[in-house]
């Protein structure tokens, strides 16, 4: 028996797979390797997403006790019968992708050849209008990625080419926001920007009353990270202070910490907001593991006005939820949230036949009619071109 | 960089968990420092995405990765804690796990990178071009390493093979 064949007889015993449940939590890693970027991070910054299923949904009170009527809650859409894929024109480009949708679902803006080159490059940007390409533009700076975009068009984002640069884009024309370093993450359809300003990791909370504006910065606790998720039809700015503490700051210019909900009697760790749409805010519940360290996140959405939560989903990251602050992440069989339940999309098939069957949807209108996302390679294989879609539902 | 990379990194990621679990395992012997293993790895695995994702062969990347947290955390004594740090004292142990046990703990006497040649080797089944690779070292190094980890193994448990196992 030469040494080789001694070694793996003798090593053999140890062989094997790991028998219990993995505890790994791509969520977290996710979070604290974040922390440890330094410039890509801006963007808005990934927050995340969704779950699964579910019809209904349970409601539960921010505060335990006395059994109230239910509150006067804004009213969902319904969910669409069906919804039908179709590509987005993207010119000759090899690739393309959509970063934001609207409200309406009119307006989607994204770029091309996302995929190639380095960040630095240049990128031409593409503006759809009801499905069809209405404008090709390069910005003027490297590194651009258009993170919201509002129901007349206009767009925010960042640039990272060299500093991180909060941007807008109205007709045609890139312009750099007021402020400094920084970055934009969302726009409502009144105009009014979130965003934050600052450099390496200590990015403030700011607000812009309009792209021209200069900016309001927003009041948080020192000493830790404050990050802006959305922003509300009403102006509403939602955010996370730390790592699970879900703040709101007001139109009126007051700001409040967003109490984790009681479930079950047991209290949250803490709620990471996602994105505001049909009037709630949605975003992640963290819930201690019992006998483990760690914690388990299920979707909920939040009613900033009554205080009324709704449990949507059961663990985080199986529905998609699209908004300007948020993880995208691809699935074989897409879904989203409409209201507190989900819409199925189809798979677009010439996508899914050239080997691009991973869906990400990156917008959906107020009235879950027009959804909008991409189509790439499950595998991250950099040689396959990224398609940009739109669902049409009824 | 954009989020865009979000949607790859979730991608690749959920699809190797398991191959990557399976490497820690082995390598450590414990399956939640396995975990734990890991965790740290697609931690730095998504700060550093934004690259990554670019370089030919990301899963060769991302398994150095791996080799490298467990070999830090080899260096800082902490790996040893649960482990069981007893060297055996009996020939032929009886059952499996027990069996087990012995060999986890005598390579766990040996100097870490010679550990890792030896379980990326022989349990992993990698060429030694690949543990080069996975180790940052020429392929001469790999072969010493395994020569100089079999001594000290044998020097440990003796010549078992073929005999009491």
Redesign the interface.
């Known amino acids: 028996?030469n040494?080789?064949d001694?070694?793996?007889?003798?090593?053999r015993?140890?062989?094997?797979?790991?028998?219990?449940p993995?505890?790994?939590?791509?969520v977290?890693?996710?979070r604290?390797?974040?922390?440890?970027?330094r410039?890509?991070w801006a963007?808005?910054?990934?927050a995340a997403v969704a779950v699964t299923a579910v019809t209904g949904g349970v409601l539960v009170a921010a505060r335990p006790p006395a059994p109230r009527p239910l509150p006067d809650l804004p009213p969902d859409p319904v969910v669409p019968a069906s919804c039908t894929a179709a590509p987005l024109p993207a010119k000759s480009y090899r690739s393309a992708?959509v970063?934001a949708g609207d409200s309406s679902g009119r307006w989607l803006i994204g770029r091309a050849e996302?995929d190639v080159g380095?960040?630095s490059i240049s990128k031409s940007h593409l503006v759809w209008h009801d499905g069809k390409l209405v404008a090709d533009v390069v910005p003027p700076v490297g590194?651009m990625?258009m993170t919201d975009i509002n129901a007349s068009g206009v767009a925010v984002g960042?640039s990272?080419s060299r500093a991180d640069h909060p941007w807008t884009y109205r007709d045609g024309t890139f312009t750099r926001l007021k402020g400094g370093t920084g970055f934009a993450v969302a726009i409502n359809d009144s105009g009014v920007v979130a965003g934050q300003l600052g450099r390496d990791q200590k990015e403030k909370p700011v607000r812009w009353s309009s792209p021209a504006a200069a900016p309001e910065p927003l009041a948080a606790p020192d000493g830790v990270r404050a990050e802006v998720r959305d922003i509300a039809p009403d102006g509403t700015i939602a955010g996370v202070i730390g790592d699970f503490q879900g703040y709101l700051w007001l139109p009126d210019g007051t700001a409040r910490p967003i109490p984790a909900p009681h479930v079950d009697g047991k209290p949250a760790l803490g709620f990471e907001p996602l994105v505001f749409r049909y009037g709630w805010l949605y975003g992640t519940v963290a819930f201690p593991v019992t006998g483990g360290p760690g914690s388990e996140q299920i979707d909920y959405r939040y009613e900033p006005r009554t205080g009324t939560w709704q449990e949507v989903g059961a663990l985080a990251?199986k529905t998609q939820v699209a908004g300007p602050g948020r993880?995208?992440?691809?699935q074989d069989n897409p879904e989203i949230y409409v209201g507190p339940r989900t819409l199925s999309l189809p798979a677009y098939l010439p996508a899914v036949d050239a080997y691009l069957g991973?869906f990400?949807v990156e917008g959906i209108s107020d009235d879950a009619h027009v959804v909008s996302g991409i189509a790439?390679s499950?595998?991250?294989d950099?040689t396959l071109p990224i398609q940009p879609l739109i669902w049409r539902c009824r | 960089?954009?989020?865009?990379?979000?949607?790859?990194?979730?991608?690749?990621?959920?699809?190797r968990?398991p191959a990557l679990?399976?490497v820690a395992?082995?390598l450590g012997?414990d399956?939640?420092q396995?975990?734990d293993l890991?965790?740290e790895t697609?931690?730095?695995?998504?700060?550093k995405?934004?690259r990554i994702?670019?370089v030919e062969n990301?899963d060769a990347y991302v398994h150095t990765m791996l080799v490298r947290a467990f070999l830090d955390e080899k260096r800082r004594g902490w790996w040893r804690v649960s482990l069981r740090d007893k060297p055996p004292e009996r020939p032929a142990p009886a059952d499996?796990s027990e069996?087990?046990a012995v060999?986890?703990a005598a390579?766990d006497r040996i100097p870490a990178r010679q550990q890792a040649v030896?379980?990326l080797?022989?349990?992993c089944d990698r060429s030694v071009a690949d543990v080069a690779q996975l180790l940052g070292c020429s392929e001469g190094t790999v072969k010493s390493q395994?020569?100089h980890g079999?001594t000290a193994?044998r020097r440990i448990?003796g010549d078992?093979?073929?005999g009491a196992?």
């Open positions: 028996m040494d080789d001694y070694v793996t007889a003798l090593l015993p140890l062989a094997g797979e790991p028998s219990g993995p505890r790994i939590d791509v977290k890693a996710m604290d390797g974040r922390r440890r970027r410039r890509w963007t808005g910054s990934l992708e970063t996302p380095t960040p590194g990625t960042i990272d990251m993880w995208r992440f691809g991973s990400v790439m499950g595998p991250a950099l | 960089m954009n989020d865009d990379s979000d949607a790859g990194y979730l991608e690749y990621v959920s699809g968990i679990r399976r395992f082995l012997g399956e939640h396995a975990d890991v965790q697609i931690t730095k695995l998504y700060a995405w934004p994702a670019k990301v499996a069996e087990k060999l986890r390579l030896l379980v080797r022989f349990l395994t020569s079999l193994l448990l078992r093979v073929g196992l």
